[in-house]
């Protein structure tokens, strides 16, 4: 017989049994049969990673593939400041995307009902550094490979997990990288590090458009792209989340676990050894590409503001992945050529890496997240009419209290309204400035972590801040371990009464300690009203009682040119009911005691006109923070300058120039003088940190300053071996720690602020000296410094009573020096007040 005919006679024997088979197995009972998914490469045009893709592109690609595959749904997580969408790539099998619903329902009782049920969650995240850009494009990669695969263990997965992908976390940093990167490509790659496109400009990819890093935002959630993160991880309540970033390019590849001395002691030894268990499968998947690795080295697991720690005080296990950077096409490293090809890859590798180790380890995950939840959810409040837990209040003003409500309420915590007023050692808990938070709850232990007062360390070295106390950062009031009964608790807020106004009135006060009293001043200085501010307290008769009204109080006058009384009353009444500000009208100018209203001690305020240095030699994120309250706190319209530009920028056109920290190396002698012009002119400077070395070096600052040199004396290095040296040097460091400051009162600088105590977060060496000179000390630090965190005992003696901030006369303007950043992240909310005064209240003082 000839081969065709035995070729013919061999499909006839075999034709009838496939058609046997496929009668019980239909092909079209593949969801994939007959589906088409694009690649990456196809949609693209050229091969991935050939050059860098923009956050469009990925949220193209993401759409058109979930239009396709069965497999793929999108989440959307909301918009970044700039308003590109932040999606997330949905992938399971076409069954389970036929019930997300009753999957997501279940996922919302995990932590109410302690029960594992549905499919395991896993969520690998990426590129939340902007110019960390190659686990975004592995996660393209990926997201097809899922799609598409038949794999055997790929179907097992997908059948018993959701995996959710999120290529890119920071869309305008990586947007404002990937153009840098790109734009300084050739078609030649080059390897020298020091070529254009591997030296990023000022502000580097890393940061989102406030120049904020937001693998440090988790907690704080100051900004509205990890607001959509944390959502959708509550949303889903994952088993296992994968944070994959990149690090220097003559590192190598590192994954958890980290440093073990290093770990949050709130972060349970389950979590870790489960971490411990992943890893066998990262270091199988990068020896088989003959990868270099580390772990248990360098980085840590502590504080729980970061991607990779915030799962594990939420019930999840979180894993750090860093690749060493090419920051572009290559570059040369000390361990050879880095390339972005080859970060990708690694990228990809512990991607599956991950995927494997969760799929293997499902069991484990589940039962530590259920053990996790299990006894701690609040049962119905009814069946326990007394409960423990924290009573904190933010005096005098309501505005701090909803801004926490908003924060726990964003991760999951309970808490309560009070009904009426309660007295706890001796101080006032009032209804619209006061809340209360049972201590049993599902979120436990988040709200422990949020609160934790430690100050003691096993290993004292941080690779971020040692504390992030919520109390001291909102400037609260806080008592632990309160008992209340049920008829004093509400889950409904107080109501705030709309404010208005008889015609008999002759003034309008506000209580400048209100949050939102900054933002009310600065809406009435734009629209030309006339605004006072009280030097000095006072006492008014109001409705026949005797009302007391702090320093810093604000007064509209209700005569005033161009503006009728009752026009004024009608406008100021819904400014203030919009921003739910208290305003007093009164009837009189005569105090009951202390000043009256038309006393010379009540200032004029005048509008103001920030700028602010930008640019290489600043500090990102300090100028960020400073540039995020001028315009989402205050709503002040602000210039900022490149440091480069300055040279040709008239000053005496704004009120303000605002110095963050930084260097300023580049500013020269001429500046100098002009900005001191500027300052006896009637401006007004505004300093911290390291840029107070820059003006001591250019005799803007009188006051002699303390800095590394002086404080590194202080400590006792004799003896140490080679090995201890690593130590002695994390000792020597601030990390972050929570300092307490004694205020002045009376000075303008305070003015708004609660008492004659501040707690700051410090985080550089710094510090003023205590010799006298021309200047007014607004606060010390306290004898006794430290509230939270780690800061060695060298320190805490030398700060001890030593000036903190600094207002120096400067002819009509002045100086105000700050040796720390008071709005530390933005979400300081108890010391921002510090900056308004220096905007509003210090020009008219000098």
């Given at each position: 017989m000839s081969r065709i005919g035995l070729v013919f006679l061999?499909?006839?024997?075999?034709?009838?049994?496939?058609?046997?088979?496929?009668?019980?197995?239909?092909?079209?009972?593949?969801?994939?049969y007959g589906v088409t998914t694009t690649s990456p490469e196809a949609f693209l045009g050229y091969p991935l990673g050939e050059r860098l893709l923009r956050h469009d592109q990925?949220?193209?690609?993401?759409?058109?593939?979930?239009?396709?595959?069965?497999r793929v749904s999108i989440e959307n997580t909301g918009q970044s400041h700039e308003a590109r969408q932040q999606l997330t790539a949905v992938i399971t099998s076409s069954e389970n995307q036929a019930k997300l619903d009753e999957i997501l329902?279940?996922?919302?009782?995990?932590?109410?009902?302690?029960?594992?049920?549905?499919?395991?969650?896993?969520?690998?995240?990426?590129?939340?550094?902007?110019?960390?850009?190659?686990?975004?494009?592995?996660?393209?990669?990926?997201?097809?490979?899922?799609?598409?695969?038949?794999?055997?263990?790929?179907?097992?997965?997908?059948?018993?997990?959701?995996?959710?992908?999120?290529?890119?976390?920071?869309?305008?940093?990586?947007?404002?990288?990937?153009?840098?990167?790109?734009?300084?490509?050739?078609?030649?790659?080059?390897?020298?590090?020091?070529?254009?496109?591997?030296?990023?400009?000022?502000?580097?990819?890393?940061?989102?458009?406030?120049?904020?890093?937001?693998n440090r935002d988790w907690l704080f959630l100051r900004h509205p792209e990890s607001q959509g993160r944390v959502a959708l991880f509550h949303r889903w309540q994952p088993h296992y989340v994968g944070d994959f970033h990149e690090m220097g390019h003559n590192q190598t590849y590192f994954f958890q676990p980290g440093v073990p001395e290093r770990t949050h002691p709130l972060t349970s030894k389950a979590n870790q050894k489960i971490t411990a268990k992943l890893a066998a499968y990262h270091q199988a998947e990068l020896d088989d590409k003959k990868q270099r690795y580390f772990s248990r080295q360098l980085f840590d697991d502590f504080f729980y503001g970061k991607g990779s720690t915030y799962p594990d005080i939420n019930g999840a296990v979180g894993v750090l992945f860093e690749q060493a950077s090419a920051r572009g096409q290559q570059q040369d490293s000390v361990n050879g050529l880095v390339t972005f090809q080859e970060a990708i890859d690694n990228q990809y590798a512990t991607s599956i890496s991950s995927l494997k180790g969760a799929l293997a380890l499902r069991s484990e995950l589940e039962e530590y997240q259920a053990d996790f939840f299990k006894n701690k959810h609040q049962k119905a409040i009814k069946k326990k009419p007394r409960q423990a837990g924290l009573l904190l209040s933010a005096d005098n003003d309501s505005g701090r209290i909803n801004a926490l409500t908003t924060l726990l309420s964003q991760h999951k915590i309970d808490y309560y309204y009070l009904t009426h007023t309660l007295s706890q050692g001796g101080l006032d808990f009032a209804v619209n400035n006061s809340i209360f938070i049972p201590n049993k709850q599902a979120q436990s232990s988040l709200l422990e972590a949020m609160f934790?007062?430690?100050?003691?360390?096993?290993?004292?070295?941080?690779?971020?801040?040692?504390?992030?106390?919520?109390?001291?950062?909102?400037?609260?009031?806080?008592?632990?371990?309160?008992?209340?009964?049920?008829?004093?608790?509400?889950?409904?807020?107080?109501?705030?009464?709309?404010?208005?106004?008889?015609?008999?009135?002759?003034?309008?006060?506000?209580?400048?300690?209100?949050?939102?009293?900054?933002?009310l001043l600065q809406q009435l200085l734009e629209q030309d009203i006339l605004v006072?501010?009280?030097?000095?307290?006072?006492?008014?008769?109001?409705?026949?009682?005797?009302?007391?009204?702090?320093?810093?109080?604000?007064?509209?006058?209700?005569?005033?040119?161009?503006?009728?009384?009752?026009?004024?009353?009608?406008?100021?009444?819904?400014?203030?009911?919009?921003?739910?500000?208290?305003?007093?009208?009164?009837?009189?100018?005569?105090?009951?005691?202390?000043?009256?209203?038309g006393s010379p001690d009540f200032e004029l305020i005048k509008p103001i006109k920030p700028l602010l240095i930008s640019g290489k030699g600043t500090s990102t994120s300090e100028v960020g923070q400073l540039w995020y309250y001028l315009d989402n706190v205050l709503g002040v319209a602000t210039t900022v300058v490149d440091i480069n530009q300055l040279a040709s920028i008239k000053l005496s056109d704004y009120s303000h120039v605002l110095l963050a920290d930084g260097r300023y190396q580049t500013l020269d002698e001429r500046f100098a003088r002009k900005l001191g012009q500027f300052a006896s002119e009637g401006g007004v400077i505004i300093a911290q940190k390291g840029a107070l070395h820059w003006l001591e070096k250019s005799n803007l600052l009188k006051n002699n300053l303390r800095s590394d040199r002086f404080y590194k004396q202080l400590f006792d290095a004799e003896g140490l071996t080679f090995d201890e040296k690593s130590a002695f040097k994390a000792k020597q460091a601030i990390g972050g720690a929570i300092l307490e400051l004694k205020l002045d009162p009376s000075h303008p600088i305070n003015f708004g602020l609660n008492g004659d105590r501040l707690p700051i977060l410090k985080n550089k060496v710094i510090g003023f000296s205590q010799t006298n000179g021309p200047f007014s000390v607004a606060a010390k630090y306290?004898?006794?410094?430290?509230?939270?965190?780690?800061?060695?005992?060298?320190?805490?003696?030398?700060?001890?009573?030593?000036?903190?901030?600094?207002?120096?006369?400067?002819?009509?303007?002045?100086?105000?020096?700050?040796?720390?950043?008071?709005?530390?992240?933005?979400?300081?909310?108890?010391?921002?007040?510090?900056?308004?005064?220096?905007?509003?209240?210090?020009?008219?003082?000098?």
């Open positions: 061999c499909a006839f024997l075999i034709l009838p049994a496939f058609f046997a088979d496929a009668k019980k197995t239909r092909l079209t009972d593949n969801p994939l990925i949220n193209y690609y993401l759409k058109q593939i979930a239009s396709e595959n069965p329902a279940q996922r919302q009782q995990v932590k109410y009902q302690g029960e594992q049920q549905g499919p395991m969650v896993i969520w690998l995240a990426y590129s939340i550094h902007g110019d960390e850009s190659s686990g975004a494009h592995s996660a393209l990669k990926l997201s097809h490979m899922l799609a598409t695969s038949e794999e055997k263990w790929v179907k097992e997965l997908l059948n018993n997990a959701v995996v959710l992908i999120t290529p890119t976390q920071n869309p305008d940093g990586f947007d404002r990288f990937s153009t840098w990167a790109n734009g300084y490509a050739g078609k030649v790659a080059v390897s020298d590090p020091n070529h254009k496109e591997h030296k990023q400009g000022w502000p580097s990819g890393r940061s989102n458009h406030y120049l904020a890093d937001l934790d007062d430690r100050t003691e360390y096993i290993d004292p070295t941080f690779y971020d801040i040692s504390t992030w106390n919520l109390q001291h950062a909102f400037g609260l009031t806080l008592r632990r371990n309160v008992k209340l009964e049920l008829s004093v608790l509400s889950q409904t807020p107080p109501a705030f009464t709309p404010v208005s106004f008889s015609n008999d009135a002759v003034a309008l006060l506000i209580d400048w300690r209100q949050s939102q009293a900054t933002l006072k501010f009280a030097a000095k307290p006072f006492s008014m008769q109001v409705k026949n009682k005797d009302l007391d009204f702090v320093a810093g109080t604000l007064q509209i006058p209700l005569k005033q040119d161009g503006h009728k009384a009752s026009e004024l009353n009608k406008l100021v009444a819904q400014l203030a009911n919009k921003l739910k500000v208290d305003v007093i009208a009164v009837n009189t100018s005569a105090a009951s005691s202390g000043i009256d209203l306290t004898s006794k410094p430290l509230l939270s965190g780690y800061l060695a005992q060298e320190y805490q003696s030398s700060f001890s009573n030593s000036p903190a901030i600094i207002v120096e006369s400067r002819n009509k303007g002045a100086v105000v020096a700050i040796a720390d950043n008071l709005l530390f992240r933005n979400i300081w909310l108890g010391s921002e007040k510090v900056y308004a005064n220096a905007l509003y209240f210090i020009p008219a003082l000098n």
